[in-house]
């Protein structure tokens, strides 16, 4: 019986693990304006490769060099975006 209560505490752990957070900034997802996809302060921005998370901000001065903030298609969110 402790052998299987182990196995199904690591398996909860685990799934608990991989619910909490997201993509990080810079990676892969899938729904362009859904900020559920990636880590906190970030939203899905629509790029021409694809769904990529990008630090939310409100003004150029939030984001690092050669990037600019601009609207997300789909929210009424900016994001720092490549130039």
């Known amino acids: 019986m ?3 209560s182990t196995s199904l505490h690591a ?5 608990v693990l991989g619910a909490c957070g997201g993509a990080d900034i810079g ?3 899938d729904t ?3 900020t559920d996809e ?3 302060d970030a ?3 629509n790029e ?3 769904g990529v998370c990008r630090q939310i901000c409100d003004n150029h001065g939030d984001c690092p060099d050669a990037h600019s903030c601009n609207g997300v298609s ?3 969110t900016k994001s720092c975006q490549p130039d």
């Open 2 to 4: 402790q052998r299987r």
């Open 11 to 15: 398996l909860l752990l685990a799934f």
């Open 27 to 29: 990676e892969s997802c």
């Open 32 to 34: 362009p304006g859904s």
């Open 38 to 40: 990636c880590v906190s």
């Open 43 to 45: 939203i899905c921005t």
């Open 48 to 50: 021409s490769a694809g």
């Open 74 to 76: 789909g929210s009424s």
